[in-house]
């Protein structure tokens, strides 16, 4: 009778697919195992585990195939996992596993060497498909004594894993806190450019050759009445997630040439960079938007920098190419930012139609030191000359470093030492009280070119 009982709940209980336990049934496992937990005083860990790229493979190899990946996942989650654990399957590529065992150490060395043991080819229908997992963890009792915490800090934890491109993450202290504040910048971000909360600075860039000012770069500023001041690094990263950067870039084209438009008028002449997004150069009207900028703001295009970093360009580079070509027709100046850090081919180098190489900040720190560093920077230097390019350093903050760089040949140089993120007022009477408004002459090391601590926010 109770073999009968057992059989019709089965189906009921579990994934028709892989055979573990579905949503509902895991759940109450949960809620049974923390009730044990918290009685006999053990550990549980409870697992959050997704197959990566599960829905591109999917798509490109078909249904069969990617039931084929689930099921081989779930025989090998219950040979790894004993008898007091369970396994589930908790969405469409998402597993749940709670290990239940006597410390919290001891848990969670089990989760990692569970998550290790998956990452294995898959063999479905003769294809050998590369399995890579991502898995987030939450322990009781050290983070959570109820089965909806624990969820919900094992899935933030997941999510910490896939953003980290790591195997596992666990949960710390926090991770709630910041998702929160994920939540509300995203929110708020709709509301930023009409509420006139967004603000620009410019930082300048001393040209080596005749100490003068004659571009700076746009740095856009957010402080939001609850949030507070955001850094451009928390906020750009969510705007290309949720579709808000294009609007944005928008706003801030718009916004600099109107300001280079002004400072024009007023016998300032300088131009301006703005950073652009990969995703705002797979924008078909981009050029368009900006040819229409230009005329409406009578600015000339070559006074306009667009600076897109190394990385951005490797994410398509084909796309890529065809945006920076599509602008470069323009007469635009275009810069490619953070060099060194990306990695880019020189047969790809070669062929974009890139007027400027940026040396990447990370470079430059303790640059005064003879060693691989200064010889990998003196390297940059050369290539770009070699190509016929511009050569800026980023991050100068060090007079030793600016007189290494002026003597490797640099064209010019972006830091505290020249100058901290100027209000646009503040660089319009910078410029007009040397050499007439025309071009801004700073000594270099001289105490007057550092406009302000370096314990304020970095650009």
Not at 193 to 218: D, F, H, M, N, W
Not at 415 to 425: I, K, N, Q, R, T
Request: proline content about 3%; hydrophobic content about 45%; some cysteine.
């Amino acid at each position: 009778m109770r073999d009968a009982r057992q059989s019709r709940l089965h189906p009921a209980q579990h994934d028709a697919l892989t055979g573990l336990a579905h949503r509902g049934c895991g759940h109450a496992r949960l809620e049974a195992a923390l009730a044990r937990a918290r009685a006999d005083r053990s550990a549980l860990a409870l697992v959050m585990l997704d197959i990566e790229r599960f829905h591109a493979l999917n798509a490109a190899l078909g249904h069969a195939a990617g039931d084929g990946v689930l099921q081989e996942v779930a025989r090998r989650l219950v040979r790894e996992t004993g008898p007091r654990d369970t396994v589930a399957r908790f969405g469409s590529d998402e597993f749940f596993i709670l290990l239940a065992r006597l410390d919290s150490a001891t848990a969670l060395a089990d989760a990692d060497r569970l998550v290790a043991r998956l990452t294995r080819e898959v063999d479905v229908g003769g294809l050998r498909i590369p399995l890579r997992v991502r898995a987030g963890v939450a322990l009781h009792p050290d983070h959570g004594s109820d089965a909806v915490a624990l969820l919900r800090r094992a899935d933030l934890a997941l999510r910490q894993a896939k953003e980290g491109h790591s195997r596992l993450a666990v949960y710390e202290s926090g991770h709630e806190e910041r998702q929160l504040r994920r939540l509300g910048i995203v929110h708020a971000l709709r509301d930023a450019v009409t509420g006139g909360q967004l603000a620009l600075e410019y930082q300048p860039k001393l040209e080596l050759r005749s100490r003068t000012i004659e571009q700076t770069e746009a740095l856009l500023r957010w402080r939001h009445p609850a949030l507070g001041a955001t850094a451009p690094d928390e906020f750009i990263p969510l705007a290309e997630q949720t579709g808000q950067i294009e609007p944005l870039t928008r706003w801030v084209l718009g916004q600099v040439l109107q300001q280079m438009r002004a400072w024009r008028s007023c016998g300032v002449h300088v131009g301006a960079a703005v950073n652009l997004s990969a995703l705002d150069l797979s924008a078909p009207d981009l050029p368009t938007a900006i040819a229409g900028l230009l005329g409406a703001h009578g600015v000339e295009a070559h006074d306009l920098t667009l600076e897109i970093t190394e990385s951005a360009l490797m994410h398509q580079p084909d796309v890529a190419r065809a945006g920076l070509e599509s602008l470069h027709a323009l007469g635009v100046r275009l810069a490619l930012d953070d060099f060194g850090v990306g990695f880019s081919s020189l047969s790809r180098l070669r062929r974009l139609p890139v007027d400027e190489l940026k040396i990447d900040r990370s470079f430059v720190s303790g640059l005064c030191v003879e060693g691989r560093q200064l010889r990998l920077v003196r390297s940059i230097v050369d290539l770009g000359h070699g190509l016929g390019l511009r050569v800026v350093a980023e991050g100068v903050e060090e007079i030793d470093a600016l007189r290494v760089l002026e003597d490797m040949g640099c064209d010019a140089v972006q830091g505290y030492l020249v100058s901290l993120p100027l209000a646009p007022d503040e660089l319009a009477r910078m410029c007009r009280a040397r050499h007439g408004g025309r071009r801004t002459v700073l000594r270099a090391g001289a105490s007057s070119a550092v406009l302000g601590s370096r314990a304020a926010a970095r650009p």
